[in-house]
C-alpha cells in the first residue's frame, strides 16, 4: 500500500514523502479537513492508489494527505437531480448507455466487479486495474482504440471540495459540470439530499477540472457514463514492424480496439509486433463472478514462472546480466510467446481481457508519449532510431513497446486534447542498468537514462509529443502553451488554488502561479 502512517510514496516505493496521513470514510471528514488546512495554512492533497510514478501525485512534506479508499458513497437519491431528456445534455447519453455515481477513491477493479454485477461496464479500460478510478481519470489514463477517449471522457459529473476566494478562503462542495450539464438546477436545488453541494455548470471549468491532476481539490465522487455488460473477443498477429508500418494508420481507424506490441531490439533485422485486435460480443446471459472466469496475461506470467521455477524479477535480471545476448534471447523468447499467443483466441468478459498489464509481476517505471495519429509512423520510426542507438551504447530497454490510439478528447489537459492520438509507451523493468556497467558498484539506473532520450526523441518540435501526466516526464511550465486550451487550464487552476493549499512538486515544477 503506498500511503502508510506517516508517509506517502508510490507504489514502487522509488518516491517518499513524510506527511500526515489522513483516511476520511465520510465527505464531510474530508471538508473538515479541508478546512483545517485553510486554518492551519498547510498544504492538503488527495492521494490516489500511487500508480503514478511522475511528481504529479507527490504531497508537499507534512503536507495533510487524504487517502480517500474508504470514502463511501452517500445515498442521496441524485438519480431525481437529472434533467428529464439525458440525450439532450453534454455530455449525451446514448440510447443503452446509463448514469453511475461512484466514489472518487474506489479502484478500478473494485468498480468494475461492482459494475458487472449489475450487468454494466466501462466502455472501455486500460490496461490494468489497481488504480483509484479518479487517481486514473485526474492523470488522463486511457485504453485503446480510436472510438473512445481517455476515461475522463466518461465523466458526466463530478464532485469536489475545494477553497473558494470570498475574500478570505471559504471551503466548498461543488457538484461540477459541462454548461448543458446532466442536472436540472431547480430539482437539484429542491432536494433535500444534496447537503452542502452547490451547482457549476460551466464548460471552462469542467473541462479543467477533470484531468486535473490533484491541483483543484478533492474529489469525492464522480457520475459516469457506462454501457450494458459485454464481452470481448481478442485475436492476435505477429508481423515485423517494417510490414506493419504500411497499414498501421489503416488498422487503427477501422478496428474497435487495437493494440500494439513492438518488442525493443532487433531480430532477424526487425522489430517485431504483437497486433492484437478485440471484437464485442454479446453479454453473457447472466452475473459470473470473476473467480470462475479464465484469467489472462499476468496470470501467463505467473504460470510461466512457476513452471520455470523463476522469478520474473529474477528473469529480467538474468536477461541484463547476459549483456547484449540476453537481450537478443529475451527478444527471441518473447517473438516465441507473441508466436504462441497468435495460435489462440480469448474471449471473456471485457473488464477481464483489457486488463493485459503485466505490472504486478514485473515492477517497472515509464513514460509514455502521445502524437496527432497522422503521425504514428514517423514518431514510431523516430523511436526505432532512439532504441537502435542506444542499444548500440548498451542500454537496452528490454521491455516491449507498447503502442495504443484514442480520441481526440475536450478535456484541456488530456493528452489527447483537439487530436485523435497515437501513444507510445516505453517500460522499464527496475533494476535496468547499461549492459556494460553490469557487476560495478556504480551502475547507474538506466530507466533516466533510456527515458529521458526517449522523450526528447518525440516532444520536439517535429512530432509535437505530449506526455502522459502520471508516468515520468521532465516538462516544465511553458510546455503548457503547446495545448491549445493549455492557458486556460493554466488560469483555472490559479483561481481553485488560489491560495496554494494544492500545491505540491508538481504545481511547482509546471509554475503554476496563483
Ligand atoms: C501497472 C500500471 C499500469 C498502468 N496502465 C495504464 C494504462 O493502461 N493506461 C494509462 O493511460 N495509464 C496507465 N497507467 C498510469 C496510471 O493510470 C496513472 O498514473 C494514474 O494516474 C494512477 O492512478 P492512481 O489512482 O494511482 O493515482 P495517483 O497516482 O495516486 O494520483 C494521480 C493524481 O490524481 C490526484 N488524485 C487522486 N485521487 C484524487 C482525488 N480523489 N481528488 C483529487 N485528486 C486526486 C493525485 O493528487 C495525483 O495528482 C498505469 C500505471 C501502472 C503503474
Redesign the pocket.
Known sequence: M?VSDGEWS??LGQQRVACEVRRPAKVDAAFEAVEEAVRTSRRI?????????SD??RPSKDAILLS?EHLALDDADWKTWLKGDLALVEPRVRPGEQLVRVA??QTIRALNLDLAKRRLAMPNL???D???I???I??????TGLGFG?LADQVASIE?IGVEDAGRPVVRHWRIEPTNGITDRDRFYGSSQRGRMSLVQDDEVFRSVVV????F????ALTLRVVPAFQLRETCEVMPWSSLKTTLVTRARSAQWLDVTMLPERLDGEHWCQVTVREKRAALPHHVPLTELTPRGDARIREASSREGKDPKELVRCALAAGSHGARIATHRVRELFREDATRTIESESYVVFRT?V??WIPATSS?IGVDVDRSVEAIDATITHLDAMAKRGFFHVSPIGIRFSRASSHYLAMQHGRDTCTIEAPIPVGNVNVHAIGSPSAADAAPILLGAFERTLIDARFDGRP?W??RHTVSGGFLLRYPKGPIWARQVARFNRFGLFDNA?TGRMALRR
Open positions: 503506498p508510490d507504489w492533497r488527495a492521494a490516489g492508489s500511487g500508480h503514478s510514478t504529479v501525485a480517500l472518487a477513491g486500460g490496461s490494468y489497481g488504480q483509484s479518479y487517481g486514473a485526474a492523470t488522463g489514463t486511457h485504453g481517455p469536489m486535473g491532476l490533484g491541483c481539490g478533492i474529489v469525492t498489464s505490472g504486478d509514455e502522459h502520471g508516468q508538481f
